[in-house]
């Protein structure tokens, strides 16, 4: 499918957008950490992931979920994280599993679930970084579950949810009439893809 214009600014501009919200969501994990600790500060690995739920459910193109995630650590990056290269890389990985949720579903489905799903995928993806960078025996086996129990459970909710509930708030100031997302809502007449029922 190829892209046109019009999705690849929206694209963009939305990735800029989540990238300076990462960035923010960055500083703010600094004195959360503090007080709850790293694991407990698991809570809001999320919020660094919605990206690529978001613009895929919006765009509805292969690669769009990808594409968001590392244009939106691109941005952290450069915009001064203090995570530094490793946030690109952790976007990278991030985005890889969180575009395998909708390859599974032959990019036809953005329900509730699926978004959740890519949310989920995104949170392995990252652990995946988190042990290729650390090592396995930087965690005893309660750290390692409770970190990713927390990060998965976050990455569905402040992640393919929150993308979900964006979306929406976004779709009712009208600018998203053009997308994909509003084209097949009006052609199937309320668009089954997004229902919670319809994975």
């Known amino acids: 499918m190829n892209w046109k214009m019009r999705e690849i600014v929206l694209a963009v501009v939305l990735s800029i957008a989540c990238g300076v919200l990462y960035l923010g969501w960055s500083t703010l994990w600094l004195p959360i950490s503090a007080l709850v600790g790293p694991v407990g500060a698991e809570f809001m690995f999320g919020v660094w992931v919605v990206a690529s739920p978001l613009v ?17 650590a691109a941005v952290e990056v450069f915009t001064g994280s203090h995570f530094g290269l490793s946030s690109l890389l952790i976007g990278i990985l991030q985005g890889l599993g969180a575009e395998i949720a909708f390859f599974m579903f032959r990019y036809k489905k953005y329900s509730v ?58 779709a009712k100031t009208g600018i998203l009439s053009s997308y994909e997302m509003m084209k097949q809502r009006r052609h199937h007449g309320g668009d089954p893809y997004d229902s919670a029922s319809g994975v």
């Open 56 to 72: 895929a459910f919006i765009v509805r193109k292969p690669g769009a979920a990808l594409i968001a995630e590392v244009a939106a």
């Open 113 to 170: 679930p699926v978004l959740m799903l890519s949310g989920v995928l995104a949170a392995i993806g990252s652990m995946v970084y988190s042990l290729l960078a650390n090592g396995f025996a930087y965690y005893t086996t309660g750290v390692l579950l409770a970190t990713f129990g927390l990060r998965v459970i976050s990455g569905a909710i402040l992640g393919g949810l929150l993308a979900k509930i964006i979306a929406e708030s976004l």
